[in-house]
């Protein structure tokens, strides 16, 4: 996982580097937080299938199909922060979130695999600083690829 940790810093690196980087991180974190919000709220009100229970106990197929939807919506309305047209914007919001999600999965399976349920204390009740951060993790690479 720190190798994953390097390419995301040097990919956010390389966005704030570019044209409109400022633009294209903000545009990110929207996106991210957008999937991890929506994913939550669906999965605490239409939530009934386990996804991976094994890895995460409270994601589920309702909460993660309503965060993928809410961040395609936003990568839509957002399209003219990154000037970006609009099926690239749709393309953008599925993959940011399909990342997003994925960097949460990878967290999660590696806190299970070592036994702790939160990353830290910092942020109590919030699974620890890295749940604020693994969004990022395949998000960033890909960012930085589509914009190169």
């Known amino acids: 996982i720190s190798n994953i940790i390097i390419l995301s810093f040097f990919s956010l690196i390389g966005i704030l580097n570019s044209r409109n980087g400022l633009y294209i991180f903000l545009y990110a974190v929207i996106l991210v937080s957008t999937m991890d919000i929506f994913a939550y709220l669906g999965g605490k009100l239409f939530g009934k299938k386990k996804i991976i229970p094994f890895v995460s106990k409270g994601k589920t197929v309702e909460g993660t199909i309503v965060g993928l939807v809410s961040t395609i919506i936003i990568s839509y309305f957002l399209k ?28 999660s399976f590696f806190k299970r695999k070592i036994g702790v349920k ?14 604020r951060f693994d969004g990022y993790f395949f998000v960033l690479p890909f960012l930085y690829i589509s914009i190169n």
């Open 80 to 107: 003219d922060l990154i000037n970006s047209n609009i099926m690239y914007s749709l393309i953008n919001g599925f993959f940011i979130g399909m990342f997003a999600f994925s960097g949460d999965l990878l967290e």
């Open 118 to 131: 939160d990353s830290g204390k910092l942020i109590p009740g919030h699974g620890g600083l890295m749940d």
